[in-house]
Nanobody
Framework: QVHLEESGGGLVQAGGSLRLSCAASAPIFRIERMGWYREAPGKQRELAATMSSGNTPDYADSVKGRFIISRDAANHRISLRMNNLSPEDTGVYYC??????????????WGQGVQVTVST
């Protein structure tokens, strides 16, 4: 079973940047789907950024041009670089990963969530 651990959240002023990281607990043979989702206070969880196995990123309109999703398969880690943050980006951010372990077992996992707070 693969567990994901997120890091990098915190408090930042509007216009600042943060980098979120998500590490898998077990070696991964192949990443098939990956993404970062966020949940603002009082709102439903929404997709912020995703990347398919073909390394083509896709972003929510609200974060295009500001967020960059990337992966480091060798180190079993995915990241989200967030630039020019605004208070509307405040929320809990969750990473998602699906693929195959080195034992060729399919997995589908969510991180525990990390808080991002953007102040005015």
């Amino acid at each position: 079973q693969v567990h994901l651990e997120e890091s990098g959240g915190g408090l930042v002023q509007a216009g600042g940047s943060l980098r979120l990281s998500c590490a898998a607990s077990a070696p991964i043979f192949r990443i098939e789907r990956m993404g970062w989702y966020r949940e603002a206070p009082g709102k439903q969880r929404e997709l912020a950024a995703t990347m398919s196995s073909g390394n083509t990123p896709d972003y929510a309109d609200s974060v295009k041009g500001r967020f960059i999703i990337s992966r480091d398969a060798a180190n079993h880690r995915i990241s989200l670089r967030m630039n020019n943050l605004s208070p509307e980006d405040t929320g809990v951010y969750y990473c998602y990963l699906a693929g195959l372990t080195r034992q060729l077992r399919g997995f589908d996992a969510w991180g525990q969530g990390v808080q991002v707070t953007v102040s005015t």
